[in-house]
C-alpha cells in the first residue's frame, strides 16, 4: 500500500534509529518523496518566500483535498526563483496568492509537508540531509565546506 508522503513522515519521527529512517525511506520510494526531499534538502533550490504565508487549512482526510500532492507539485515551478518557465513579471503577491491557494486545496496535512518543503525545513523532526543521503546517495549534491 503507498503511503501519504505526511505518513511517511510521521514514520520517520516513530522511528527508533537514523538506520530505521533510512530503510523508511528506501521502503518508500516513489518519485514525489524524492522530488520533496531534494526540494527540501538541496541548496541551489530557491524559492520566493521564507515565511508562511495566512492560509487556513483544509480540515478534510489527506485523500480527500480538492488537489493531490501530485497535482501541487505540478506547480511547484511556480515558487522558485528565477524559473525559466515562470514569467518575470508574475509578482511576488501574485506568487503569495497562488501558493495560499495550493495550500487551502490539499489536505492539511499534505499542505504542511509542502509548506515545510517551501520553508526548506525537513518536515519530519527526525529526518535530516544526512539520513536522506544515505537513503539516495546520487539525489543531493556533495555539501561544500
Sequence with gaps: MK???SEVYDLLDKA????ERVNILID???KLLETTLYHTFAPEVVFFTSAVPAYKPNPV???LGLITYEM????LYMFIEGHPRVSRNLSWQRKETMLVQTLEELGHR???V??????????AKT????IVKRAYPTLLPDQVD
Design 3 to 5: 503511503l501519504f508522503l
Design 16 to 19: 527508533g534509529s537514523d538506520d
Design 28 to 30: 518508500n520510494h516513489s
Design 61 to 63: 482526510p489527506t485523500d
Design 72 to 75: 501541487a507539485m505540478a506547480v
Design 110 to 112: 499534505e499542505a504542511e
Design 114 to 123: 509542502y509548506m515545510n518543503m517551501i520553508m526548506k525545513r525537513p518536515g
Design 127 to 130: 529526518l535530516t540531509r544526512d
